[in-house]
């Protein structure tokens, strides 16, 4: 690419996504309920204009998004304006999932203007991440030979296989960053390796381009709806596909970092760690072998953030992330699991093995300070539960017990690591206890949730309004809240504002039921939007709730 030329389609690709800022704001009011037929005609000619130029600076996925809404939006070109009333509400219905997968591209294409700001437009032979695995499916052995040759060339690693079930057997074996398919394949086609990967949920979401040799369009769609994320027909320039490769492994990578780092120690996050599981157990079905988990929280945090301020406890936390990734192994992975705690896989490794290595981190932290700022040293210890995984164990329980190790661990004095022992059942289930707060100013409410929810493995604590319940938030523990709407002084959305803008106020993981005697739409997207995450209607059914109150908590 002439280095002048992409210069110019950078300063074009950021003045469009500029643009794009502006029209999203239309597109995400269409809701409220505004929409007449001259309206209708404004957002057909905005996405109509997306469509022919967003490909044109090489944002494809924009341009295909476009392309569906004017689908969507096309009638107003030839139907009689007396129509739009019946129109315009079902054009809406079936464009609100399409703007929300635009506004999602629109956040992705700003994060790769900034990757983009300082990067020199020189050549198309370049490599998004060198290392990065790609597998080649094709039964053209020619052509597959010449794309993995290629591919090696600019600094992938590249795979290439001639049928389906050697397609499957790979991805057993080796983690890809994104698969090239073939569609017209004997005896299987590439359509049967669709079905495969949208099945197992530790590879639905691996980036796909489909190498076709039919121009088809029934093709293209379906392949689309199917979950590909690019189409190229041959023949084709290879020029042409390592530019796809290298912008779709771009914008992946991106959102990857966005969706799955905690964005303050730059470790895994508990979304990746919970996915990472059900990937490790899987190969544990197929290949045998041990693995641990250990589950890590340090010591008195809370009176870090209390005696230095929450810069301190972020600076903490960053130390805390680092010296785990220093001293584990580049086989194992490390999460935040939230707050001050952190999980550890260990792959290939047995309860007694993770335990030494866990100590070993414990041992380090204890002679020396975890961080220092502005000449003043902090120390911290941890408290560490570990857990080999069994057969017949699933992730749910095999969590719950290096939890509740780790628990264990702190009850014994903290500043230790645990190893659980299944055979012994050293552990008790139920040792560690779900806290629910009632808050609600009536009397008589508290009285029935308080007799009601008493069977339960759970501590129950009440508040009389939205200022009691705030400050026992603020200094106690609480995995649940079921928070009336409307209540004096303090309401249940003006607590939830208080919660969200008072951050050590909450427990990450806490949850929320609204209850209200008003059913009313607007109140309960307004409670969901503010944090809450069920809403039940007064009068509401005790077996209703209590269903909830089991699901939400994870006790059945």
């Known amino acids: 690419m002439d280095p002048v030329q992409g210069n ?30 001259l309206r209708a005609q404004h957002i057909y000619r905005l996405v109509h204009s997306l469509k022919g130029s967003a490909p044109v600076f090489g944002l494809i996925r924009i341009g295909h998004i476009a392309d569906q809404l004017v689908k969507k939006w096309e009638w107003v070109n030839r139907e009689d304006i007396n129509l739009s009333e019946e129109l315009i509400p079902s054009a809406i219905a079936s464009s609100l999932t399409l703007v929300h997968e635009l506004i999602e591209e629109y956040e992705i294409s700003k994060k790769m203007i900034e990757v983009d700001r300082d990067e020199p437009v020189s050549t198309i032979q370049v490599s998004a991440h ?7 499916v094709d039964d053209d052995e020619a052509l597959r030979s010449y794309l993995v040759k290629s591919l090696q060339s600019d600094g992938y690693i590249a795979d290439g296989v001639h049928n389906i079930d050697n397609a499957k057997a790979k991805l057993y074996q080796n983690k ?3 698969i090239t398919l073939d569609l017209r394949m004997h005896p299987q086609s590439g359509y049967d390796l669709f079905y495969f990967l949208k099945e197992d949920p530790t590879l ?27 189409y190229v027909t041959k023949p084709f320039q290879y020029e042409e596909l390592a530019a796809r490769i290298f912008s779709l492994l771009r914008r992946t990578m991106i959102f990857s970092q966005m969706a799955f780092r905690d964005p303050l120690t730059g470790i895994f996050n508990r979304r990746y760690f919970d996915n990472q599981m059900q990937l490790e157990l899987k190969r544990i079905e197929r290949f045998p072998a041990p693995i641990s988990l250990a589950f890590i929280d340090i010591d008195r945090f809370k009176n870090i953030n209390d005696t230095y301020g929450h810069s301190i406890g972020d600076l903490v936390l960053q130390a805390m992330a680092h010296t785990l990734q220093e001293y584990v192994r580049s086989t194992d992975l490390v999460a935040r699991f939230g707050g001050e705690e952190f999980v550890i896989i260990f792959p290939n490794t047995t309860g007694q093995q993770a335990a030494a290595l866990i100590q070993a981190v414990l041992d380090k932290i204890r002679r020396s300070p975890i961080t220092e700022h502005e000449g003043q040293a902090y120390n911290i210890t941890f408290s560490a539960g570990i857990a080999q995984w069994q057969p017949g164990v699933d992730v749910q329980k095999w969590i719950q017990v290096a939890d509740e190790t780790m628990y264990k661990a702190k009850e014994q004095g903290r500043n230790r690591c645990l190893l659980y022992d299944y055979s012994l059942e050293e552990v008790s289930t139920s040792a560690i206890r779900k806290r629910i707060l009632i808050v609600d100013d009536d009397r008589m409410i508290r009285a029935i949730l308080m007799s009601k929810l008493a069977h339960l493995p759970v ?38 504002l208080a919660l969200r803008d008072n951050k050590k106020a909450l427990n990450e993981e806490m949850k929320v039921i609204m209850l209200s005697g008003r059913i009313n739409d607007e109140d309960i997207a307004r409670g969901l939007m503010l944090g809450a995450d069920d809403y039940i209607s007064k009068p509401f059914s005790m077996i209703e709730l209590e269903a909830k109150v089991k699901k939400i908590l994870q006790l059945e």
């Open 8 to 37: 110019k389609i950078k300063v074009g690709r950021k003045i469009l996504i500029n643009e794009l800022g502006k029209k999203i704001t239309i597109l995400d009011n269409l809701e409220d309920g505004s929409v007449d037929f």
């Open 130 to 136: 060198p290392g990065s695995r790609i597998l080649i």
């Open 176 to 178: 890809y960053d994104l």
């Open 204 to 230: 639905k979401w691996l980036p796909l381009i489909v190498l076709s040799g039919e121009n088809d369009l029934q093709d293209k769609v379906r392949c689309l709806q199917l979950g590909a994320d690019d």
């Open 459 to 496: 501590d129950l604590m009440e508040a009389t309004d939205g200022e009691e319940g705030l400050q026992i938030l603020i200094t106690e523990v609480v995995d649940l809240c079921l928070l009336d709407a409307i209540m004096p002084k303090m309401d249940g959305f003006g607590l939830l």
